[in-house]
């Protein structure tokens, strides 16, 4: 991809609600002293600058393939625009993170696995994913791509290209880690006008919207809003989004 899709200011319109599954992650990973710590897949680098913190001897390295992402990255960690695909590190990794990526890169499998083989004799990789796009908020956007769309937006369909707890558990328990794999519904409650339409836009539609020549991607989204609309009403304290997350924390 030539483009950069990733809109920093659009990401953090919900940051709490995108943050917290990332705490939850890093919160079962149980390194006490590592020397060296990757994010791949960083963002903005927000959440990697907080890895110094839990780890304040570790060297912090992210990665991140967006150049307006990592251009807001905060001092602390060191920062390098790649693609994780290609990564290879310089030396073996204590602790590996990545938060809500791997949903974007086919044959992720086969990757985390490689990524084992990357780690040092005590080491961890936690990774996080969501898990649904069997939603609302998926299936409608699927079925708006197959409609009257389907002529500039068809090829962009993905079903879901997660796998389910058990099949990363005996996936990477296979390559000789103890794995921690669950998952977790959380209810978010989004505030303002469009809220899971806004939401989206940050992650889900980010393809779509980049395809789209301005005129047509006001329209795409005013027919997004419509569906969304309909299938998560606002309440008077907000709009409720139930959002099912993949968790897995292997150890070497």
């Avoid at 079962?28 to 680098?45: I, M, Q």
């Avoid at 990564?87 to 990526?101: E, F, L, M, Q, T």
């Avoid at 083989?117 to 898990?131: E, H, K």
């Avoid at 989004?190 to 919207?209: C, I």
Wanted: with cysteine.
């Amino acid at each position: 991809m030539t483009t950069d899709i990733w809109d920093p200011g659009v990401y953090r319109r919900y940051a709490a609600e995108r943050q917290r599954p990332f705490f939850d992650l890093v919160g079962r990973v149980a390194a006490e002293n590592p020397e060296y710590v990757v994010d791949l897949g960083c963002g903005t680098g927000e959440l990697t600058a907080t890895l110094c913190r839990r780890w304040p001897g570790a060297a912090v390295h992210g990665i991140d393939s967006s150049p307006a992402m990592l251009a807001k990255a905060p001092p602390g960690p060191t920062f390098e625009v790649g693609d994780i695909r290609e990564w290879r590190p310089p030396r073996p990794v204590d602790v590996i993170v990545s938060n809500a990526v791997l949903q974007w890169v086919p044959g992720h499998r086969d990757l985390v696995r490689r990524w084992v083989g990357y780690l040092a004799g005590d080491g961890w990789l936690a990774f996080q994913v969501p898990g649904n796009f069997d939603a609302p908020s998926h299936v409608l956007i699927r079925e708006l791509c197959r409609t009257k769309w389907r002529a500039e937006l068809g090829d962009l369909v993905r079903e879901a290209p997660v796998g389910t707890p058990e099949e990363y558990l005996d996936l990477l328990a296979g390559a000789g880690c103890a794995v921690d794999a669950w998952e977790t519904t959380y209810l978010h409650v989004l505030q303002g006008e469009d809220a899971v339409l806004n939401w989206v836009k940050g992650t889900a539609l980010r393809p779509m919207l980049d395809r789209l020549p301005p005129g047509r991607r006001e329209e795409f989204l005013t027919d997004c809003a419509r569906v969304l609309g309909e299938a998560y009403p606002r309440k008077p304290y907000g709009t409720p989004f139930p959002f099912r997350r993949i968790f897995v924390v292997a150890h070497r």
